[in-house]
């Protein structure tokens, strides 16, 4: 007889449904928490209210220089927010703007029955961030 995943502490038992790539995402999350030199906010779902994912921007001309996120704190919403800053700095809004909840789960190398939704609300999260300049 085993032990049951729910028995285990939370990180144990996400190593069950987590890819590795997902699970180094939740464990060492990347540009975790609001930047203050942001040009350009939004978010997926509502901060506070259920599920969301806030990504937060720098843009200088047509290039996104930085990005960061927060969440929930589920750790498929953690990898979600984590992998779509990663991508997404360095690059174009135009290139930034294709990136899809598919190509976020594909990047994550899957994520848990029930959870494709946090991928959602991080490309949610990017296409609102991507329109909302923050006023100085």
Not at 13 to 18: E, M, P, S
Not at 25 to 32: D, K, Q
Not at 46 to 54: C, H, Q, T
Not at 112 to 119: E, F, L, N, R, V
């Given at each position: 007889?085993?032990?049951?995943?729910?028995?285990?502490?939370?990180e144990?038992?996400?190593?069950?449904?987590?890819?590795?790539?997902?699970?180094r995402?939740?464990?060492?999350?990347?540009?975790?928490g609001?930047?203050?030199?942001?040009?350009?906010?939004?978010?997926?779902g509502?901060?506070?209210?259920?599920?969301?994912?806030?990504l937060w921007?720098r843009?200088?001309g047509?290039?996104?220089?930085?990005a960061?996120?927060?969440?929930?704190?589920c750790?498929?919403?953690t990898?979600?927010?984590?992998?779509?800053?990663?991508?997404?700095t360095g690059?174009?809004?135009?290139?930034?703007?294709?990136?899809?909840?598919?190509?976020?789960?594909?990047?994550?190398?899957?994520l848990?029955?029930?959870?494709?939704?946090?991928?959602g609300?991080?490309?949610?999260?990017?296409?609102?961030?991507?329109e909302n300049?923050?006023?100085?």
């Open positions: 007889m085993g032990i049951s995943p729910i028995s285990l502490p939370v144990l038992a996400n190593r069950d449904v987590l890819h590795p790539r997902a699970m995402h939740m464990e060492s999350p990347h540009n975790v609001p930047d203050p030199q942001a040009t350009h906010y939004g978010a997926g509502v901060p506070g209210a259920g599920p969301y994912i806030e921007l843009i200088e047509d290039m996104i220089v930085s960061s996120y927060g969440c929930n704190g750790p498929s919403s990898a979600c927010g984590s992998v779509v800053a990663e991508v997404v690059k174009t809004r135009e290139v930034a703007s294709r990136l899809n909840e598919d190509d976020v789960i594909v990047l994550l190398g899957g848990p029955d029930g959870k494709g939704y946090y991928a609300l991080a490309t949610s999260a990017l296409r609102n961030a991507m300049k923050i006023d100085a």
